[in-house]
């Protein structure tokens, strides 16, 4: 069966602070796909990065970093120098096809000032 | 570009009774999902559909139904309401082909139809 586990509930830092977000997933696919997703308190899931099981690079996009590391089944999403506006429930994602994905229970960020 | 577009945003119904929920994908997306959001299950795959066919669907009982029409927009309903099933119901829309030749999709989200029963 396939799982996400992402034990931090929620998590709070002060502004400017790293934060790293931990992800843990169980598949038995060789093939597999990893998602992280922002939801902020409208409500409306917004994509952040998609990674395939074949390609373990680690990955930058501004402030958001990601480290994939198939030997413990981890797909970990860092934030530096956090920022307010960073302030959101983020979900590690699971899939191999179309549409369905395996969402962990989310992680609760809260940047305060 | 619209993104995709939920309605009604919120409703509230009473036990016993039916709702329908639609969505409107991204113009061209052909693929839409699906998904359950309540503080206890968190979020949890209903169906999906693509070019009006049902192509993958979720451990729910069979009170929770969809469709999709050929210009892509869908509509899911879930028949003799639970207090259950007060939730935040996701649609996600996305321009990956066929589920079985593309991998995992990225999914492009509505802002939700939050559904409360009583």
């Known amino acids: 069966a396939q799982k996400v586990t992402q034990a931090q509930t929620e998590i709070s830092v002060v502004e400017k602070e790293d934060v790293t977000l931990d992800c843990v997933y169980e598949?038995?696919?060789?093939?597999?796909?990893l998602f992280w997703y922002k939801q902020p308190p409208s409500g409306e899931l917004v994509f952040l990065i998609r990674?395939?099981?074949?390609?373990?690079q680690n990955e930058i996009s501004g402030r958001y970093s990601w480290n994939f590391q198939k030997s413990t089944s981890s797909f970990n999403f860092t934030i530096t120098a956090s920022q307010v506006v960073d302030s959101a429930v983020y979900f590690c994602a699971l899939g191999n096809q179309g549409g369905k994905l395996i969402f962990g229970q989310g992680t609760e960020l809260s940047v305060k000032p | 570009k619209a993104g995709v577009t939920q309605t009604p945003r919120y409703l509230i119904k009473t036990r016993g009774q039916q709702v329908t929920l639609s969505c409107s994908p991204i113009?061209?997306?052909?693929?839409v999902s699906w998904y359950q959001q309540t503080p206890g299950q968190g979020l949890q795959f209903l169906f999906e559909?693509?070019?009006?066919?049902?192509?993958n669907k979720g451990n729910f009982p069979g009170r929770f139904s969809g469709r999709q029409f050929s210009n892509s927009r869908s509509e899911m309903n879930v028949s003799t309401l639970e207090l259950g099933d007060s939730a935040l119901y996701l649609c996600?829309?996305?321009?990956?082909?066929?589920?079985?030749?593309?991998?995992?999709?990225?999914?492009?989200f509505g802002a939700g139809s939050r559904l409360t029963v009583l």
């Open positions: 113009s061209g997306h052909r693929s």
């Open positions: 559909y693509f070019s009006e066919t049902q192509r």
């Open positions: 996600a829309s996305s321009s990956a082909g066929a589920p079985t030749h593309s991998g995992a999709n990225v999914l492009t």
């Open positions: 990674r395939n099981s074949f390609d373990e």
């Open positions: 598949t038995r696919d060789t093939t597999y796909y």
